[in-house]
């Protein structure tokens, strides 16, 4: 398998009109490597490919693990082999149904309902993945400290290489970069009339998707795995 800067484990849709709209509004398609031109909604307060600018490059999903490099030593055939194994022993999750909500200053698709099954696969995938990651760079933490961070997520950061993980984490699907307030409301009407339809209900998580990023920084799916085990993933502390 070709050497990806960077390594995601992330939730995406399978194949299917969820699928469809995920990749034709952002403008990027991570299962088949091909732009897409701006998908057009009426009442937009600017154009799609605007609002979508930052989160493009990852393609549609809900981040489990976040990207990562390889650790010195590790191989992607073994990161392979290892998602593999994990997605074996893990049972599916589900929740309630997906819906339109803003968070910050973005719009996402969020799980409804109890999401602490979905929290704790989550947990698990970091950490028994963890393995396989490289510790930050220096850069890597001067930008990431440079936010505005809690005491918690700061110790997240450091033990983890993500400050909103754990207990910080919540799980969902991108659909806007920074959405200004006086164009949130027409921008979240006109995302609610087509999400509407495609979002499942109930939301069931399984199987999880290795993402690579490519050197021009756009975000790949190599791998899709079944969560095929009986066990349900248990909770992890901060700490682990």
Do not use: N
């Amino acid at each position: 398998m070709t050497e990806f800067r960077r390594y995601a484990i992330y939730w995406a849709p399978a194949p299917g009109p969820l699928a469809d709209f995920g990749a034709q509004w952002l403008g990027w398609d991570a299962a088949r490597g091909r732009d897409l031109p701006p998908l057009a909604l009426p009442g937009l307060a600017r154009p799609a490919d605007s609002l979508t600018e930052e989160p493009r490059k990852y393609g549609f999903h809900g981040t489990l693990k976040p990207p990562f490099r390889l650790v010195d030593g590790a191989t992607p055939e073994g990161l392979m082999g290892a998602t593999a194994a994990l997605a074996a022993r893990l049972a599916p999750v589900t929740t309630g149904r997906l819906a339109l909500h803003r968070i910050g200053r973005f719009m996402a698709l969020v799980p409804t309902g109890d999401t602490g099954a979905l929290e704790c696969l989550a947990a698990t995938v970091v950490k028994d993945l963890d393995p396989y990651r490289a510790p930050l760079t220096t850069e890597d933490l001067i930008r990431r400290q440079a936010a505005k961070l809690t005491s918690e997520q700061r110790d997240l950061l450091d033990r983890w290489g993500y400050p909103y993980v754990m207990g910080e984490f919540r799980f969902h699907l991108t659909l806007t970069g920074r959405v200004e307030e006086d164009e949130a409301d027409a921008v979240e009407a006109a995302l609610a009339g087509a999400v509407a339809p495609l979002c499942p209900d109930p939301f069931v998580v399984d199987e999880i998707c290795l993402f690579g990023e490519a050197g021009d920084g756009r975000f790949h799916i190599l791998h899709r795995y079944a969560l095929t085990g009986g066990t349900a993933a248990a909770p992890q502390s901060a700490a682990g």
